[in-house]
């Protein structure tokens, strides 16, 4: 079974290419009929022979597109397909909404090819609204994408019910939309969708004065560019929530005298400077940074998505192309049924296999995203860092990429949660605990002798304070305080201080290296 799958679009490749050919034939055979019967006379007054022969040779080209594009895709994927019939597999809503729209554009893609190819004899036999067939396809583009995007934002509430109400809406706006559109007979014998204030419409009595398929693309540019901007806001703010997890948060107290000494040293270069020199830094100053944008923007985006984790890249990715590839054919089509082309209403059959194709490979690669197991020695780019919030450990290996989405976003948010309560903490005064308590803590810590030193009392001379240089970490400095005022520094300097000052000494202190020297001196701030 795996292996015929494997080997499944060789044949696939084969019969796409016959159902090209065989379907061309049939356009070529049909576009010859038109021509012949084009020339014995035309219904339509508004329209020569020539430009009615054009419409339909074009209208049959689009319609075998349409139907090979949409078999061919459907040949390429039968092996995945199969592979979803399975019990647990078939209660996944991945699963469910690729056979729904595998499945529900099937009506779409036929009726226009059965209006266009069968010859009718009344207008009475064309079918009436079959237009609406292109508004359940919306409808299930819309329910694919409503769902993944309440995917991305865990099932939200009111992302839900917005998104919900809006496919609703959306579907109601589609078949109004469309149940204007009617087909006529034309002189071929074929059914065609009648222009609005076309010759066919005033003689059949179904003529009116608006456009409407114009606005069913641009009501679904509305529902693409609301989706897009949803689930993409949310994958930045994933993207974006552990890069400040791991930034210290020490103030530098030295940085106002660097600022400072920078700025005097500035002042001094600029005084030496000529006028003419400083005007060309300050045109170069401007005109390189604009020069530049494109390319700095280019080069930030690459980096910022070089470290995105799998799943978020492909999530990006998926809704990137869609986004693009589908408003790109909204528009074109928006414009010609704006200007009223004379192919304007043939490209709306090639709306259903589209759409059906960028839904299928779109759930296709995320199934394959979510689902696949994970591989702990596959290098990914973002792999470290989700290993590092989430953890390893044995229960990663059973684990899908869809658990450790979960797993990787909830830790995210604890942490984020965490960081945030304690930087108040730090950063408020009525957490740091009082000078003499913090010098005792630290003084117990760091030397032994120092519980039994009072002050007043010298410490006993078979301890003897040892003078290797102390370990004293970043982490250690009080954030109340400077670094001369830490814990570690005042409790060494009353070590030092009661230890110089006592007369049972049990010998000369030993003599310092210039690098104990040194630090010495750093330690007293005097360097």
Known sequence: MRRWGRMLPRPAFALGLVLMLVGYAVAATSANTTEALGKRSSKDGEMSEEQFDYQQEVANYITVAGLTLYWWEYLCTLNRELYMYRPKMLKRPQVVLFLLIRYGTLPAVIVPAYSLWHRF????????????????????????????????????????????????????????????????????????????????????????????????????????????????????????????????????????????????????????????????????????????????????????????????????????????????????????????????????????????????????????????????????PGRQFVDRVVGRGERQSRMSELDRFQDFVTSLEARQTANNSTSSNIRSPSSCPPPGEKASLETNSRFPGAESYTPGQPPTANKPLSMHRPSVATSELSPCESPRASTNHTAAAAAAAAAADSPERSGPLPQLSVQQQQHALRMAGMR
């Open 121 to 380: 004899t009344s207008s009475e036999q064309c079918l009436d609204h079959e237009q609406i067939t292109v508004a359940v396809v919306q409808f299930l583009v819309s329910c694919i994408f409503s769902w993944r995007t309440i995917a991305i934002w865990r099932r939200a509430r009111w992302v839900s019910i917005f998104l919900a109400t809006f496919s609703l809406l959306l579907f109601v706006a589609s078949i109004a939309l469309l149940y204007y559109s009617h087909d006529s007979l034309v002189i071929t014998g074929s059914c065609r969708p009648t222009d609005p204030d076309g010759e066919n419409g005033k003689q059949s009595g179904k003529a009116h004065s608006v456009n409407t398929v114009m606005w069913f693309y641009l009501i679904s540019m509305i529902f693409d560019t609301t989706t897009m901007v949803l689930s993409s806001y949310k994958l930045v703010v994933y993207a974006n929530m552990g890069r400040s997890l791991d930034a210290p948060n020490f103030s530098d107290p030295f940085e106002a005298h660097r600022m400072q000494v920078r700025k005097q040293t500035m002042d001094i270069e600029q005084g030496r400077r000529s006028s003419a020199g400083e005007t060309l830094k300050k045109v170069q100053g401007r005109v390189v940074p604009f020069a530049t944008f494109p390319y700095r923007i280019v080069r930030n985006a690459y980096e910022w998505w070089s470290t995105l984790t799998p799943l978020l890249a492909r999530l990006f990715a998926n809704g990137l192309v869609y986004f693009f590839v589908a408003t790109a054919f909204n528009v074109v089509n928006f414009v010609l049924e704006a200007v009223q082309s004379l192919h304007s209403k043939s490209f709306l059959s090639l709306y259903p296999p589209l759409m059906c194709v960028l839904c299928q490979r779109m759930i296709l690669t995320e199934f394959d995203a979510v689902w696949a197991p994970y591989d702990p020695d596959l290098d990914i």
